[in-house]
């Protein structure tokens, strides 16, 4: 299956980012594009625990052509985080619920070299993301 074109766009413009301050420039440009939460969906039902910063996730689901197909809002109070969001969005939003329970965002992470200069807490939040991302995918697919 292949991936949305706003990931690909990411994915291609990291593999020209040899440094990782680049790299994490860029991710704090991507965090700081995407759009804020109303204050009202900073809340616990939002709330991706297993963070160490504050991440909240906003799912919202439509059916379309007889699928599930689940729109996703983030934020995070971590400006690198907030960049992690923005590629998990581009990643998972608008598709199909099915298709969000069978992408591995972990997996492509490591393909593209992102996991082996976070940190470790940073790395087991962007696992606490994709875990609660791809359990939604499941309970709507």
């Known amino acids: 299956m292949s991936q949305p074109q706003a990931f690909q766009d990411i ?8 440094d990782w301050e680049e790299r994490y420039r860029y ?3 991507l965090g700081q594009a995407l759009p804020k939460l109303a204050p009202s969906e900073r809340n616990e039902a939002n709330k991706v625990n297993g963070c ?15 699928q599930t197909i689940i729109h996703y809002r983030g934020e995070s109070d971590a400006m690198i985080v907030q960049g992690l969001v923005a590629i998990l969005l581009a990643l998972y939003s608008d598709r199909p619920a099915r298709e969000i329970a069978e992408t591995d965002a972990i997996a492509v992470f ?15 939040g962007l696992v ?14």
Do not use: P, Y
């Open 11 to 18: 994915a291609e413009n990291l593999q020209f980012l040899d």
């Open 27 to 29: 991710l704090i440009e």
């Open 52 to 66: 160490m910063s504050q991440v909240w996730l906003k799912a919202d689901a439509q059916q379309q052509d007889g």
């Open 110 to 124: 490591d393909q593209l070299g992102l996991r082996e200069h976070l940190t470790t807490q940073r790395s087991n």
């Open 128 to 141: 606490a993301m994709v875990n609660r991302i791809r359990a939604e995918g499941r309970a709507l697919s």
